[in-house]
């Protein structure tokens, strides 16, 4: 009997966006769109999005004979609400409330970015960056691009400067009372007699968050800066008239978000869970753009989070894994098959620490040897696979497990590139001990940062535990400290001479284990001759005298 598995879920998904093109009451050309608003230093829980995006428009390029449009929104006429903590609080409290574009850069060593994760290349681009959104929005682009997204970047502030969102503005405050009516309906919010959905950025202050819109009387708006609109900014007092063209203020996001579909002619976005609950900014954004816009409301595409340890994460606040970082801990199509892998209505919850980066590998290998019809299975992983490439789909080759790798690499006895050969069955190619030495890079960030106890084999000089040891255990180290220094050893002869000289004192079963316990604070480990020969002599020496002297 055969067996019919299911379609991945961005196969499933492009059928459903051909059907609903189809059912179109005129021809529309598929514009997939996402957003962010460049607040801070961005979290991983933003990559879901973009990934997400990007596939689905990548899938419908490859089966659609009509061009696609793929685009990735930075929503920098937002003003700072929050502010991040790794910023100097006292420079930059005088700008909360301003639009982020207009908000300078930080010093890229103030930024709350780590430094060490950052080429020369990326540091330049951050250097010139001239606003506090570009600055944040390259964090971001850096990392989506790194895991293969390759949406056009637009920038809103120059959509509402170049004119393009002038029509949509009028028609938004022309259309003031069915608006309102719009909120009534959909949110059930009451909204005040003289509600307009738009603000001023402040000719006097600078500040967008705590202006408030009066009145319009078909060319200007009225408009207060009040001092206390807002609990995060305060504003100047000032009270005057101007036009809302050309880029001196912006929509209220509730209408901002659906008139960015319109002026771009977006057909494609979904959005996080968060704004698609009933009444909540995706609906109120399909009503505005339908009975207000007149253009149609967009494809959704409703999706889960990613957690982080369990945690929903935070831009401004500086919480949870930033995207720079979580991009760094596997290779660009792992990192890319995480969110690839997982339907999108389902929560990625993803613990480094621990033992969610082997597992990614394993499922990473698993889905490679579907898809190279090495082994039967779930042709969702496959497809997964064939997904997840940055560029073409690698021919079949042999893939080191990483767990296997990571504790290997610790034993320096071992020779990795023999040892996987072994497994492999023959000697590995080229690309093969390209894949190897790759691994081992994410290996040791595996190891160093979030691999359990159980998986460290590694002496660490700073932070290595040291077990209990008895008074013989330490004559017998100091034994071994003199030992290792009278020399210039040989690791298979210091091994032998270890045995010997424990052999000869402790016994020694005790005597390899006082070496563990002293220096991994385990009572086994890689071989012992190996092992404290691969130390840096004057760290092993300084940890020899700790550990005899009891400190």
């Known amino acids: 009997m055969t067996i019919i598995q299911a379609k991945h879920w961005a196969d499933k998904i492009v059928e459903e966006i051909f059907e609903w ?48 449009v793929s685009t990735y929104v930075f929503n920098d006429m937002d003003p700072m609400d929050g502010l991040p903590s790794y910023l100097d609080q006292s420079e930059y409290a005088p700008h909360m409330g301003k639009p982020l574009y207009q908000i300078p850069a930080p010093p890229l060593n103030q930024s709350g970015l780590n430094l060490d994760l950052i080429t020369a290349e990326e540091k330049k681009r951050f250097q010139g960056a001239k606003t506090f959104s ?47 009516e719009i909120y009534k309906q959909v949110a059930d919010y009451n909204l005040p007699d003289k509600w307009y959905p738009f603000q001023v950025i402040c000719p006097k202050c600078g500040k967008v968050g705590t202006t408030l819109v009066t009145d319009w009387d078909g060319n200007e708006v009225s408009f207060e800066c009040q001092s206390d609109k807002v609990e995060w900014a305060q504003g100047c007092g000032y009270i005057g008239k101007i036009s809302p063209f050309g880029g001196t203020g912006k929509l209220l996001w509730k209408v901002d978000w659906p008139a960015h579909w319109a002026v771009l002619g977006v057909t494609v976005e979904g959005a996080g869970k968060d704004h698609t609950s009933a009444g909540g900014s995706r609906d109120m954004g399909k009503a505005i753009v339908e009975e207000v816009f007149a253009w149609q409301n967009p494809f959704d595409i409703p999706y889960e989070w990613i957690l ?19 991009v760094r801990l596997f290779p660009a199509a792992i990192g890319r098959f995480l969110f690839v892998n997982k339907h999108y209505n389902q929560v990625i919850d993803f613990d ?14 698993q889905a490679a040897r579907i898809f190279w019809g090495e082994e039967k299975g779930d042709q969702r992983l496959s497809r997964a696979f064939e997904l997840s490439q940055i560029d073409q789909v690698p021919q079949p080759h042999f893939l080191p497990r990483f767990r296997d790798l990571a504790i290997w690499m610790q ?43 159980e998986f460290q084999f590694t002496f660490r000089s700073n932070n290595s535990p040291t077990l209990e040891l008895t008074t013989a255990e330490r004559e017998f180290l100091q034994t071994v400290g003199e030992l290792i220094e009278s020399k210039a050893w040989q690791p298979a002869d210091f091994q032998q001479a270890l045995f010997d000289s424990a052999k000869q004192t402790i016994g020694a079963k005790q005597g390899f284990q006082a070496i563990y316990k002293a220096f991994l604070g385990k009572k086994s480990g890689p071989r012992a001759g190996w092992f404290l020969l691969n130390i840096p002599a004057e760290q092993r020496q300084q940890h020899f005298l700790q550990v005899i002297e009891g400190k």
């Open 411 to 453: 034993h320096p006895e071992l020779d990795l590139e023999e040892e996987f050969g072994k497994i492999k069955g023959s000697t590995l190619t080229k690309t093969e001990l390209a894949v190897l030495a790759d691994r081992q890079t994410y290996a040791q960030i595996w190891i160093d940062q979030y691999a359990p106890e």
């Open 134 to 180: 570009e600055f944040y929005a390259l964090d971001f682009i850096d990392a989506f691009r790194r895991i293969g997204c390759q949406q056009e970047i637009v920038w809103s502030h120059e959509l509402y400067e170049s004119g393009k969102m002038d029509k949509i503005i009028r028609l938004s405050l022309d259309n003031v009372e069915k608006i309102k």
């Open 308 to 326: 982080v340890r369990g945690a929903k994460m935070s831009s401004s606040k500086g919480i949870g894994t930033s995207a720079r970082e979580f």
């Open 21 to 68: 093109q189809t059912n179109q009451p005129q021809k529309i050309t598929l514009h997939v769109d996402d957003m962010k608003t460049p607040s801070g230093r961005v979290h991983t829980g933003s990559l879901r999005g973009a990934v997400l995006h990007d596939v689905i428009a990548q899938v419908l390029m490859i089966k659609s004979a009509e061009k696609i």
């Open 352 to 365: 480094p620490k621990g033992m969610a980066i082997p597992d990614l590998f394993d499922e990473y290998d």
